[in-house]
């Protein structure tokens, strides 16, 4: 297949990604055809998808106005995927101009892409890495360019944890993130849920995205509750993300069709 001038060289184009994937749902440009292939098995077999990936765009949206309206200037975002509408930054920033945002993923298009978007903003960086290796993150010169752990930090996780099996430790990585975290930090976390609906469903989407890099690890509420041990959560919880603090009372109606559950914790002093 021809690639696209924006492809960068290391990147297999014949097998899907889920940042690709997930760009897809979004409406993006950023996919290959092998992205396309599996994106479409996994409506045709959940045919909500899109508007699953799109609540959960939205709860990042407010949560990050919400934690800029508490005073948080410094954003690392990890697993930050391709840039959408509405990115960290953007939302931050127009906020707030003196804001900080390090953005970090291990797929290389999010990456580039987010190289280009971000080009000339003094205040926002990109880098490539694992979330899995969090001291790598946290001594990343362009992390520590930006970031002053001496002071708090807005941690997101946001629609990561399900491609992070259990036998890769997360609770031991959000436990490592948060010991260099001052407090009045927050940690921001959302994932893939099946307490609502699994059954075929979630048979089906595991099955599509054992085709990429990152099998689907789907939590309960509990579960994820779980990775906020040392923060105190934010009201109203770990929720479907559409009634996190709402826009308006029907943007929350069958929140849990979202499937992605979601909350915010802050590290107290
Ligand atoms: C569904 S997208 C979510 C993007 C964004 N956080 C959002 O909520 O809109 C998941 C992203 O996590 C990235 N990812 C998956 N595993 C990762 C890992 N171990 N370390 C860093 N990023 C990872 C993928 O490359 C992809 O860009």
């Not at 800029?68 to 930050?80: C, E, K, N, T, V």
């Not at 890495?129 to 752990?149: K, N, Q, S, Y």
Request: charged share 25%; with cysteine.
């Amino acid at each position: 297949m021809q690639r696209p001038d924006w492809a960068p060289d290391d990147i297999d184009v014949e097998r899907p990604s889920v940042a690709r994937m997930y760009d897809y749902y979004l409406g993006g440009s950023h996919n290959f055809a092998a992205d396309r292939v599996a994106a479409r098995a996994m409506v045709e077999a959940v045919p909500d998808a899109p508007l699953m990936a799109q609540a959960n765009r939205a709860f990042l949206r407010r949560v990050v106005q919400h934690l800029i309206d508490a005073g948080i200037r410094q954003f690392l975002d990890i697993g930050s995927g391709i840039p959408t509408v509405g990115n960290v930054h953007e939302i931050a920033q127009r906020a707030a101009p003196e804001a900080r945002v390090v953005y970090v993923d291990v797929d290389p298009v999010a990456v580039a892409h987010s190289q280009e978007i971000l080009a000339g903003n003094r205040n926002a960086t990109v880098v490539r890495e694992d979330l899995r290796r969090p001291e790598a993150i946290l001594t990343h010169p362009e992390v520590t360019r930006l970031i002053d752990f001496s002071q708090p930090v807005a941690v997101m996780v946001v629609a990561v944890l399900h491609f992070i099996p259990h036998s890769d430790h997360p609770e031991q990585t959000l436990r490592t993130l948060r010991a260099a975290l001052a407090p009045g930090s927050y940690l921001v976390l959302s994932q893939a849920s099946d307490d609502t609906r699994g059954g075929a469903e979630r048979v089906e989407a595991e099955r599509v995205y054992r085709r990429t890099d990152n099998p689907l690890c789907i939590r309960s509420r509990a579960e994820l509750t779980e990775f906020f041990d040392g923060f105190t959560l934010v009201d109203p919880g770990v929720v479907w993300v559409p009634q996190w603090r709402p826009e308006t009372p029907e943007s929350a109606e069958d929140a849990e069709q979202a499937v992605f559950l979601g909350g915010v914790g802050r590290l107290d002093g």
